[in-house]
């Protein structure tokens, strides 16, 4: 199972979006990731780390 971890970093798979983990819940199953898009536009995504994902493809950044 895939969990959250602060700061912990995100790219789609496409490179056009980044994310970044701002705060977790649940020991790290849930919480909160501020995206960023290639045109620079904000959006926040709250929910569990596996739903976030297959959301968009998304890959933890080693």
């Known amino acids: 199972m895939l969990h959250f971890v602060i700061e ?16 977790i819940s649940d020991e790290g199953v849930s919480g909160v990731v ?7 536009d904000r959006n926040t995504f709250r929910g569990t780390a596996a739903a976030f994902q297959l959301s ?4 933890v950044l080693a």
Request: hydrophobic share 25%.
């Open 8 to 23: 912990q970093r995100w790219v789609t798979e496409d490179g056009g979006q980044r994310g970044e983990v701002v705060e």
């Open 34 to 40: 501020e995206v960023i898009g290639d045109k620079g």
């Open 56 to 59: 968009g493809r998304w890959q």
